[in-house]
């Protein structure tokens, strides 16, 4: 077969490599070839054609910009029909740009292994599908459907983004919160307030909570094995509260993944724990009695009954962020944000601060005794193989020298987080 009518960028960082796999293309008879050592000189290549290139051919570990933030932008603008991934190390990794790049509409030619062979590129090539399936134009968003959100859950479209705490005593990270992002075919990525409720409405929340629980366990593990121990808090709807088998769900997911319920923490919007009291708090106290942990969310907004917080076995109040962030302007705010704090740790409970934004705001609750904090000023949501790096990277802001103190990430450059990270927050 003659592959004369492909066009294929190879993005690879070894001049060797890169002159062996144009010279293999070459020889099955591509003639449109495009070259570029990494993602950002590839990019700047693509976006110069009036079309987008048939195949791209790249390794995901790459010099300047990773393989995720590369496909990312590739997939937002639409520059190429399928990709061809030459050796992914990780297949976690490997997994997300995968799931990334189909719900753009790109085809996901199968990965090759290192070293690329001739008759590997043409069978790859071969399998492309014909010019008419090039990426589905991104349509209005329209209410997603019970069968398209089951598509999703099942084709793993909704994958898990993790945004850290940290110690406000310490600056240390403790752990993360799981949210969810749904990366929609033709629409990019959503947020969950997008799809939840459509969830909650089709009956299919427990099975996405039960997904992100596991892969929180699974993340949790793997920043293990690189030496940091950290706990996860997973949001959890009220739906799921009325049902009495759910805490033994739950318990069998994490048990399943040799976690510790000890350390997930599971986060109840307060407003949510209103109706059917009597079986919200049954599953609420076998969670408990089995081990996890429960954070009253966005606490202070709307609905919330003091008495709720006596008769629920709260272990920590999610101060919410309309608060946390009028708090030091605005007195109304802080005596709100002071008395929650107050009453906090009167009745034993753990305090958490989200939405920090600001160095301001920052300074604000690292004062206010509150003992942990979420927040942009701190990190976006991240996928879960970026914590590492982050990790490593963060620095409390009193530890930090006083040049270059505005800004959210030290001394250190900024983590380059993928397109879809910095927008999906
Ligand atoms: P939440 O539980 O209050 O989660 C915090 C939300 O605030 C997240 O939005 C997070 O991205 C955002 N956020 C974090 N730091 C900042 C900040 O500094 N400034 C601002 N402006 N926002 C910040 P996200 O991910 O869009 O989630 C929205 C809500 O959707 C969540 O609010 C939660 O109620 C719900 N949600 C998210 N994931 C799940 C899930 O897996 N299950 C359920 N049931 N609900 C979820
Ligand atoms: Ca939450
Ligand atoms: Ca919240």
Not at 124 to 132: D, Q, S
Not at 173 to 197: D, H, K, M, N
Not at 202 to 220: A, P, V
Not at 408 to 415: N, S, V
Request: charge should be negative; aromatic fraction near 6%; glycine fraction near 6%.
């Amino acid at each position: 077969m003659n592959f004369q009518d492909r066009s294929v960028i190879v993005v690879e960082d070894h001049p060797f490599q890169r002159r062996m796999t144009l010279r293999q293309l070459g020889q099955l008879g591509v003639e449109d070839l495009l070259e570029a050592a990494h993602g950002r000189e590839a990019l700047n290549l693509l976006m110069a054609r009036h079309a987008p290139v048939d195949v791209i051919l790249c390794d995901l570990d790459m010099p300047e910009m990773d393989g995720v933030e590369f496909i990312s932008h590739v997939a937002t603008n639409r520059l190429a029909r399928a990709l061809l991934v030459v050796s992914a190390m990780d297949s976690a990794i490997l997994h997300t740009v995968e799931t990334m790049a189909r719900a753009y509409g790109i085809q996901v030619l199968e990965s090759i292994p290192k070293p690329l062979t001739a008759k590997l590129l043409a069978d790859r090539l071969e399998r492309l599908e014909e010019a008419g399936q090039a990426p589905a134009p991104a349509d209005a968003a329209g209410e997603p459907g019970a069968d398209e959100l089951r598509r999703g859950l099942e084709s793993r479209e909704f994958l898990t983004f993790f945004q850290p705490k940290v110690d406000l005593a310490t600056g240390q990270p403790t752990g993360v919160e799981t949210l969810v992002r749904w990366y929609r075919p033709g629409q990019g990525v959503l947020c969950p307030g997008a799809f939840i409720s459509r969830l909650e409405a089709e009956g299919l929340m427990d099975r996405l909570t039960e997904h992100l629980l596991r892969q929180s366990c699974l993340y949790l593990h793997a920043w293990e094995e690189r030496g940091r121990t950290l706990e996860a808090s997973v949001n959890i709807s009220m739906t799921s509260l009325r049902d009495i088998a759910f805490a033994d769900r739950l318990q069998q997911v994490v048990l399943d993944e040799g976690c510790d319920p000890r350390r997930i923490t599971l986060e109840v919007t307060e407003s949510e724990v209103m109706t059917e009291l009597a079986t919200v708090l049954n599953v609420l106290a076998r969670l408990r009695l089995k081990g996890f942990k429960l954070s009253i969310d966005d606490f202070g907004t709307g609905y919330s009954t003091l008495k709720q917080l006596n008769s629920l076995p709260f272990t920590e109040l999610k101060l919410d962020q309309a608060f946390i962030q009028a708090a030091p302007q605005d007195p109304r705010s802080r005596a709100i944000v002071e008395a929650s704090l107050e009453l906090a740790a009167k009745l034993g409970l753990k305090t958490v601060a989200e939405g920090i934004e600001t160095r301001q705001q920052w300074d604000f609750i690292h004062a206010s005794g509150c003992q942990e904090a979420q927040g942009y000023f701190i990190s976006r949501p991240m996928p879960g193989h970026q914590l590492p790096e982050w990790l490593a990277l963060w620095e409390a802001p009193e530890t930090r020298p006083a040049v270059g103190r505005s800004s959210g990430h030290g001394r250190r450059p900024a983590l380059d987080l993928p397109a879809f990270a910095r927008a999906g927050a």
